[in-house]
């Protein structure tokens, strides 16, 4: 269907290319998979991609929501600025970024917003503009790569970038330049096989290539209204030989790429390259990133580290899973660590020469906020995920969380009201892989903690899940958190600061003291009556809360008992329950 085509790079611009480009990586997804051969045969190039784009989309989309929020108030702009936009989109894609493809498409996207943040005194840019930050994002993402190979992603970038500079665009049109620099990346991508003898072995174009181009066809089609047609269709095997019967220059057939990939898999050698990859984020400072570069230059190989004013993404191939950590540990403070085995932890990664782990019958998978909770949850057999705050994970996260799990039946445990769509599509996605699925839609993690509670699974999967269905509904839920701006809610406009108490999600109490908000939350909950209050305490909550709490449950309220847990790093203070 068409789009109605913008004019210029401006906020709104953004939003659909990012909105395009991630439709268009769902419908190229296991075609990309299925060609990856570089450099690990481990087939989750598109998969990474899309993850990695879906996780700045949400940034994006968060960016509007808040300023359709703020809409009315005094002051208040139309809508983001382009600055905020691709800021978001760079950061997003930063903090969500997956694999090696991933990771260096993250960092093209923050070379854009480099040049497009530093034009923040204009709306938008027009054709000149996109053309310095195409040739901006392809000079960055190659200076973030330790070893740059020609007939990669990076390649496919550079010649973007030339093609860009190149076009005639003497009115400033951004369509010119878009459809300019996708010719350029087809045609560099074309090439590929040429330059990368794995990929000409494999008879594939780069798959992290076909990826940007992929990304690029959805720029041209914001700036003109239509995806590039058939005749401008990306060439993905631009050097297999024809089967028999197959004239020479025909397309290829539809089941030709899983052939190619699938090949390229088996002559691999899983003993070539380094066991694990290793992805994590990384808080901290230019000179300290400088030295972590080279410590994990001499561990392993595909090194790729992306970012900066002090975050940073870091990925890279190691055998040493363990010192790849610890390099980040001297560095700054690592989280959202990811490892991934090569021969066996990947659900792409098939030839092991092993019978595949048998499935159990059934797998309760949970997002949680915080380290302890995750201990806590891990600890009653849950499969958990671990959310960030400000970090929701993206539905192909909790997908491969449910194939973590191994089990026939899956209880899927959001713990979140905001993830609600996203794990949705998450339940949808196991089903189709043949999972049995049933999503509970626990909106805090101590409805979380009520529904795990009475899991049998021994029992019938329906009986299971309206038991925990049950038990979740029954807990009331509620946080004391601060306030990090001025801000209308249900009780009142509070202050950046201010101490707030949520009730089932809406504001209930404002006030300075973190313990008296807590404690006249706690009150209003067990107005309503109640047999058992779970307290979660963050790493920054006082002291004596949960003592003074915990007196105030016995002195005040019979037959009412008091369970505490320590959860970490969770963005609230403290989570409430009440069953």
């Known amino acids: ?339 991934t085995h090569f021969e066996h932890g990947d659900a792409h990664t098939g030839g092991t020469g092993r019978p595949p782990r048998e499935r159990s019958r059934r797998a309760v998978v949970a997002v949680v906020p915080g380290e302890g909770l995750a201990g806590l949850y891990a600890e009653a057999g849950a499969t958990t995920l671990l959310a960030r705050p400000g970090e929701p994970p993206a539905s192909g996260e909790l997908v491969q969380a449910v194939r973590r799990a191994h089990a026939h039946e899956v209880v899927l445990l959001p713990n979140d009201a905001e993830l609600r769509h996203t794990a949705a599509a998450a339940a949808e996605q196991a089903r189709a892989e043949g999972v049995r699925v049933a999503l509970i839609p626990t909106r805090s993690a101590v409805q979380g903690i009520a529904a795990l509670a009475v899991h049998e699974p021994e029992r019938r999967f329906d009986e299971d899940v309206v038991a925990m269905t049950s038990a979740a509904g029954a807990t009331r839920y509620a946080e004391v958190t601060v306030a990090e701006h001025r801000s209308w809610t249900t009780a009142g406009i509070c202050q950046a600061g201010d101490v707030l108490g949520l009730i089932d999600g809406d504001v209930a109490v404002i006030g300075a003291d973190v313990t008296e908000v807590a404690a006249t939350v706690l009150d209003r909950m067990l107005s309503a009556g109640g047999e058992l209050v779970t307290l979660v305490l963050g790493d920054e909550a006082p002291g004596t809360v949960a003592e003074h709490l915990e007196a105030r449950v016995r002195e005040a309220y019979l037959a009412v008992d008091t369970v505490v847990h320590r959860g970490g790093r969770q963005g609230a203070l403290l989570l409430v329950g009440v069953e």
Not at 100 to 115: K, W
Not at 256 to 278: I, N, Q, T, Y
């Open 1 to 339: 269907m068409a789009q109605v085509p913008q004019r210029f790079f401006d906020a709104l611009a953004v939003r659909t290319w990012c909105g395009l480009s991630l439709r268009a990586l769902g419908r190229a997804r296991e075609e990309i998979d299925a060609i990856n051969v570089y450099p690990v045969a481990d087939g989750d190039t598109g998969t990474n991609l899309y993850l990695t784009v879906e996780s700045a989309v949400a940034a994006v989309e968060a960016v509007f929501a808040a300023h359709e929020l703020d809409d009315g108030a005094p002051g208040a702009a139309d809508g983001p600025t382009l600055a905020e936009a691709v800021g978001a989109m760079a950061h997003g894609a930063l903090i969500g970024a997956r694999g090696n493809s991933g990771t260096i498409l993250a960092q093209l996207l923050r070379g854009m917003a480099q040049v497009l943040t530093a034009r923040s005194e204009s709306a938008h840019t027009g054709g000149p503009g996109l053309r310095l930050a195409l040739r901006n994002a392809a000079e960055s993402a190659r200076q973030a790569v330790a070893h740059p190979v020609e007939g990669t992603v990076l390649t496919v970038a550079a010649a973007a970038a030339d093609a860009a500079s190149a076009a005639d665009d003497a009115e400033g049109d951004c369509a010119v330049v878009a459809r300019a620099a996708y010719e350029g990346a087809r045609a560099a991508l074309a090439a590929t096989p040429a330059q990368l003898p794995v990929l000409e072995r494999a008879g594939v174009v780069d798959a992290g290539g076909h990826g940007l181009v992929t990304v690029l066809g959805a720029l041209v089609e914001t700036f003109t209204g239509r995806a590039p047609g058939p005749g401008a269709a990306t060439v993905l095997h631009a050097r297999v030989e024809p089967h028999e019967g197959v004239a020479p220059g025909a397309p290829p057939a539809p089941g030709d790429a899983a052939l190619a990939g699938g090949c390229a898999a088996a002559e691999a050698d899983p003993g070539a390259g380094p066991a694990f990859e290793v992805i994590y984020l990384l808080d901290a400072e230019d000179a300290a990133v400088t030295r972590l570069r080279q410590r994990l230059d001499a561990l392993g190989d595909s090194l790729v580290v992306v970012g900066g004013d002090g975050l940073w993404n870091v990925h890279v191939h190691v055998d040493d899973a363990g010192a790849a950590v610890e390099a980040g540990v001297e560095a700054g403070r690592p989280h959202r660590i990811r490892i």
